[in-house]
């Protein structure tokens, strides 16, 4: 295995994730659904490791990429005024994904990861709307929503599967990269969970930048710590690695 | 007046019925406030239930266990409840049923994840049922739903779209959860083939005749009964069956016209609204959404003998004559 036949694998689960919800009219007005290159890596990951893929495992894989598709989807409409046809479409083309990930499953009769992937939708919904919420909350309870939102629908997965000896790795790795985004975001002023998580408190964003930047060196120093102890290809470790050079 | 039919109606499983209302409750039940009170929301809004009835009383004709049954019916419920919250983003629509709506009370994106986790819980409701065809009969239903939906974007607007098209849309937008709804049901409770198979076509003749009802009343009901403003589709550009019925009129022109481009002024929308009512369109469209209702009775009379009979009897052609 080298790096080029782990692109090549992200790339394949990408393909057949499209092609299980292809739309036209959603395609033609939204274009097709985002999906994180990073997502879809730890998918695979124990697949790349070693693991041996059955054709439940296949669809499986698809199915958690086609929810993450469908809840990002989501988070593209607008706070208020999502009014236009994008907008409107961009709605239903996540309710469409999250139906067709649902008649997927249902037709291979995999009622366990139906069960489990819909108790992670559903933590996943109660951390999500949490920068709503009036409720004050601290800087290490705020991550924890973003571990949760980044990391849920692949933890239950692997539980499915067996594949818990990987969990930790992977809500770290995609918690360390959403917070870089969201370090950037802050940066540069512009919308983000965390702007919008701090911005009732009237902290001052210098001071959650910083702390950020802490908690990122933190997290890289661990991550580092950990990809020397698990049990993972180099090939996958070093792919690892550039998810998170500061 | 319609509350109480609606309570007569229901009398025979009354109980059962308030079974799946605090299974709603607790369906809806969360770690996070904001959910729960946009879940209270939507549950002191009320709504008809009429597709856990419908599941109900079809599964009436298999072995019939509550227990097992408000699997199926919950989730029915909590897909239509989530899809209103969304199609109420779609709509851009601050009421429904007299109260604000969850985007209007907070705002897009709440009501974003208050659908999604809705239809989640429905999902983690729906899982405690074995049954592979329920699965592939509900998540089709859940697709085809969605479909029906963007189509009902695309044609918005859209005067030269067939009554054949009107048919479609609203077969998918509607009927479908409907006809699932008799149909698993019929499945779920293990009723016979041919019974499921009647159940769900009655289910569809009812959806439509009822959506077609939806339509009407969009133009003839006021604005208290609708808890929105009537016309509410035209102004948002949903052509339905009236308005297909008389987009020639010569008298009715000039507000199709304006309502694309600039929407109806106050007065202008209580002038179409009077067009309208007046119009034989509203004779016609009622005696569309009748022939459905007597395709729906013919398939409850090929129904084994059953004391249900009378009640899927009742409940059609209530939902056919409602006012609200």
Known sequence: ?246 | MEKMKIKMLYADIKSDIEVIENELEQALNSSSHLLNDASVHLLQAGGKRIRPVFTLLSAKFGDYNIDRMKNIAVPLELIHMGSLVHDDVIDNSDMRRGRETVKAQWNNRVAMYTGNFIFARALQYVTSIENPRAHQILAKTMVELVNGEVIQIEDKFRLDQSLKDYFRRIKRKTALLIESSCELGAVVSGADEKTARHLKRYGYFVGMSFQIVDDILDFTATDKQLGKPAGSDLMNGNVTLPILLMKDDPQLAPYLTKVAVAGLTEEERQNMLALVRNSEAIKEATHISNLYLKKALKEVEALPKHPMKKKLRDIALFMGKRKS
């Open chain 1, 1 to 246: 295995m080298n790096a080029t036949s782990i692109t090549q694998s992200v790339q394949t689960l990408k393909s057949n994730i499209l092609q299980h919800v292809h739309h036209r009219a959603l395609l033609q007005n939204v274009g097709q659904p985002t999906l994180q290159e990073e997502q879809l890596f730890f998918i695979q990951l124990p697949f790349l490791n070693g693991a041996l893929m059955n054709d439940e495992h296949q669809i499986s894989a698809v199915t958690v990429g086609i929810v993450h598709a469908s809840l990002t989807e989501h988070e593209k409409v607008k706070e208020v005024e999502a009014t236009s046809k994008e907008q409107q479409l961009l709605v239903l083309s996540g309710d469409y994904y999250s139906g067709r990930y649902y008649q997927l499953l249902a037709q291979s009769g995999n009622i366990s990861l139906i069960q489990k992937l819909s108790e992670g939708i559903v933590n996943r919904c109660e951390h999500q709307i949490r920068v709503y919420e009036a409720q004050k909350r601290s800087f290490e309870q705020w991550i924890e929503s973003l571990m949760v939102i980044e990391s849920e629908l692949i933890a239950q997965y692997y539980d499915v599967y067996g594949f818990a000896s990987y969990t930790e790795l992977m809500k770290r790795t995609l918690t360390y990269i959403r917070l870089k985004k969201e370090l950037d975001l802050l940066k540069k002023g512009q919308p983000c969970f965390l702007y919008k998580a701090f911005a009732a408190d009237s902290i001052m964003m210098d001071s959650i930048i910083e702390a950020l930047q802490d908690h990122l060196y933190d997290m890289e120093r661990q991550l580092r710590e950990d990809l020397t102890n698990i049990d993972l290809k180099d090939e996958l470790k070093h792919s690892i690695e550039q998810y998170i050079t500061f």
